[in-house]
């Protein structure tokens, strides 16, 4: 059993910066690939980022790619998501995801999710 707790969300301007954490408990969060999806309001989850267990892997959404990385830290149980040169259509809950699968196209499409974090707001304001 993985619980997955999200922080870093709130209210940012756009072009400005926020970074996210997912700390994971239990002693095999680092048998899990790791990553974020997000929803925005009247939307469906999408994909965000994925990293590897190993942590030296990772993959991104093209609409994030070159603005967000994911990273993690296995001594802390914690994943990160670093947001830069955010837009207003960057504004959605972000939740943290588990997959024991390490495989970054199942991983991507978010449907053999192992553990799902409850998520955190990302406001970015105009």
């Known amino acids: 059993q993985v619980q997955l707790v999200e922080s870093g969300g709130g209210l940012v301007q756009a072009g400005g910066s926020l970074r996210l954490s997912c700390a994971g408990s239990?002693?095999?969060?680092?048998?899990?690939?790791m990553g974020w999806f997000r929803q925005a309001p009247g939307k469906e989850r999408e994909f965000v980022a994925v990293?590897?267990?190993?942590?030296?892997?990772?993959y991104y959404a093209d609409s994030v790619k070159g603005r967000f990385t994911i990273s993690r830290d296995s001594a802390k149980n914690t994943v990160y998501l670093e947001m830069n040169s955010l837009k207003p259509e960057d504004t959605a809950v972000y939740y943290c995801?588990?997959?024991?699968?390490?495989?970054?196209?199942?991983?991507?499409?978010?449907?053999?999710?192992?553990?799902w974090g409850k998520g955190t707001l990302v406001t970015v304001s105009s």
């Open positions: 990293i590897n267990r190993s942590g030296d892997s990772t």
């Open positions: 995801a588990a997959n024991a699968y390490d495989n970054f196209g199942y991983f991507s499409t978010g449907r053999t999710t192992d553990y």
């Open positions: 239990g002693r095999t969060f680092s048998s899990y690939a």
